[in-house]
């Protein structure tokens, strides 16, 4: 669950579940002495000194060269004067890495343009701060992979153009702390590897998307997130997963507006979740909840069917999970939910151990010393 430190240099993104490499490419770069505000790089440029850039300009750099490089040399590049919600960083017409420097103030931080459909681009050693939004997608496709990078202060960590974008966010060792919002998955899936979210005010927003999350932290913020169910409109939360992660002393898993999450599929696995100020409520078509514990968080997990948008009745696993010292139930499953309830242990809860009155009860399921019963619709063991 520790941040692990990600070897720098690799090729520009790479397949999901790959390492990337410590192979540096060999670049030769033109010198950065003579660029300035408002130029379009067509060749790999490594920057010499910082750029103060008014935010009346279209954009403070543009890249439009194939695959191409820039290197800030541990420059920043910010906006100067007032704010201006057209404002853009760098801009990405063409082009394979940004690294090594800051990007600060923009209504855009970094930013792709519209109409490329084949965009790959990393994004690697960078501070992303105080911008609008910290990485803006526009091109119809586009696979970003950031790497060693910290985001924050943005209003919106990474994002994509409403109804105009398609595309993945890779993220790899980043810290993202004091954003408003750290990341929307509106017709993007998002994969998040050994990194750290900590006091931001809502992690995800997932939205026609996919979102995974594995060996990492999600600390201290106000919002795990929203899984969004669209009432009867077009867009679904396909999957929301969690793997290997910490989720602690967060103020809530989803805001007060919209507390449940609605994914068609929850996936938790070998994740601690401890001292959260709600419990999680999930409704959804299928569950894969296996080998977790929830400690002394305000609710345990409960469990619903999918209504509005693709509604349905949940089913699945919900195996091997400890749920410790919570208030309220461990684990409840609302009817007329039916997923198989095997192998949990559920003590010491303020309400009941494990309410699942139309589970299908897959054995080996052990409660004691829950105030309000030790369980209801299935068989537990107090050993």
């Known amino acids: 669950m520790a941040v692990s430190t990600l070897l720098t240099g690799a090729p520009d993104v790479l397949a999901r579940d790959t390492v990337p490499s410590n192979v540096e490419p060999k670049v030769i770069f033109k010198s950065g002495h003579a660029v300035r505000c408002g130029d379009t790089l067509t060749e790999h440029t490594l920057l010499t000194h910082d750029l103060n850039c008014p935010s009346s300009d279209p954009f403070a750099l543009q890249l439009d060269g194939p695959d191409i490089l820039l290197d800030l040399g541990g420059h920043t590049i910010r906006r100067t004067g007032p704010v201006n919600f057209t404002s853009q960083g760098i801009v990405v017409a063409n082009g394979r890495m940004v690294r090594n420097g800051t990007v600060q103030g923009f209504a855009s931080g970094i930013t792709t343009t519209?109409?490329?459909?084949?965009?790959?681009?990393?994004?690697?050693?960078?501070?992303?701060?105080?911008?609008?939004?910290?990485?803006?997608?526009?091109?119809?496709n586009a696979n970003f992979l950031i790497t060693d990078s910290l985001l924050s202060g943005n209003d919106t960590g990474l994002r994509g153009e409403f109804d105009a974008?398609?595309?993945?966010?890779?993220?790899?060792?980043?810290i993202f702390t004091h954003n408003e919002l750290v990341m929307i998955a509106d017709y993007h899936d998002i994969d998040v590897l050994d990194s750290t979210f900590t006091?931001?005010?809502?992690?995800?927003?997932?939205w026609e998307g996919f979102?995974?999350?594995?060996?990492?932290?999600?600390?201290?913020?106000?919002?795990?997130g929203t899984a969004h169910n669209d009432g009867e409109g077009p867009?679904?939360?396909?999957?929301?997963?969690?793997?290997?992660?910490?989720?602690?002393?967060?103020?809530?898993?989803?805001?007060?507006?919209?507390?449940?999450?609605?994914?068609?599929?929850l996936a938790m696995l070998d994740t601690l979740v401890v001292s959260n100020g709600t419990g999680l409520q999930a409704s959804a078509f299928n569950v894969y909840i296996d080998g977790n514990t929830f400690y002394g968080n305000a609710g345990g997990l409960t469990l619903s069917d999918r209504a509005g948008s693709s509604p349905g009745s949940l089913t699945g696993i919900v195996r091997g999970n400890e749920f410790l010292s919570n208030d309220g139930d461990g684990l409840r499953v609302e009817p007329p939910s039916t997923p198989t309830v095997i192998n949990n242990v559920a003590l010491g809860n303020a309400g009941f151990g494990i309410y699942a009155p139309t589970a299908f009860d897959g054995g080996g399921n052990v409660a004691r010393d829950n105030t309000a019963g030790d369980c209801v619709g299935i068989v537990c063991s107090p050993f």
Do not use: Q
């Open 165 to 174: 974008s398609t595309g993945n966010f890779d993220v790899r060792s980043s």
């Open 199 to 206: 006091s931001n005010g809502r992690i995800f927003f997932c």
């Open 114 to 140: 519209s109409g490329e459909t084949a965009l790959n681009l990393r994004l690697h050693a960078l501070a992303i701060l105080d911008n609008g939004i910290g990485v803006y997608n526009r091109a119809s």
């Open 211 to 224: 979102i995974r999350i594995r060996s990492s932290t999600i600390e201290s913020n106000d919002a795990v």
């Open 235 to 265: 867009r679904r939360c396909y999957e929301t997963r969690f793997e290997n992660t910490l989720i602690a002393n967060n103020a809530a898993f989803a805001p007060a507006d919209e507390p449940v999450w609605a994914p068609l599929s």
